[in-house]
Nanobody
C-alpha cells in the first residue's frame, strides 16, 4: 500500500483545512486507514481512523466534534476535514494504513504498516 498525503498549510485559529490521502493498493479488503499527528517534541498521536469497508470511524477526544474523517472509494482517497482549528492542532499529519485491525487496536500507531510522508498543518493564534 502506498499513501500520499496533502492539504496542509497555514491557517488562523478557528479556520478550516481539509487533508487528503490518496491510497494505492492491489486490494482494499479489510484495510483500515487513519490519521496521526506529531507536534514538535511530542510523540506521534492518533487522530482518527476509518475502515475502508463499512466506514466505521473513530476519533481522539481532542478532535471529536471538530474533525470529520471520510473516504471516497472511487477516488481511493481518505479525507480529514478539520474545522475550528486551534493552535494546539499544529503538527505534521500522517496518513497510515493496515489490514485487519480490530477496533481496540486502531489507535495504536505500531499496528500500522504503511505510512504517507506527512503534511504540515500550522494554526496561528
Amino acid at each position: 500500500v502506498q499513501l500520499q498525503a496533502s492539504g496542509g498549510g497555514l491557517v488562523q485559529a478557528g479556520g478550516s483545512l481539509r487533508l487528503s490521502c490518496v491510497a494505492s493498493a492491489d486490494t482494499f479488503n479489510s484495510i483500515v486507514m487513519a490519521w496521526f499527528r506529531q507536534a514538535p517534541g511530542k510523540e506521534r498521536e492518533f487522530v482518527s481512523s476509518i475502515t475502508w469497508n463499512g466506514g466505521s470511524s473513530s476519533y481522539a477526544d481532542s478532535v471529536k466534534g471538530r474533525f470529520t474523517i471520510s473516504k471516497d472509494t472511487y477516488k481511493k482517497t481518505m479525507y480529514l476535514q478539520m474545522n475550528s482549528l486551534k493552535p494546539e492542532d499544529t503538527a505534521v499529519y500522517y496518513c497510515a494504513a493496515s489490514r485487519g485491525l480490530i477496533a481496540s487496536t486502531r489507535r495504536d500507531k505500531s499496528r500500522y504498516n504503511y505510512w504517507g510522508q506527512g503534511t504540515l498543518v500550522t494554526v496561528s493564534s
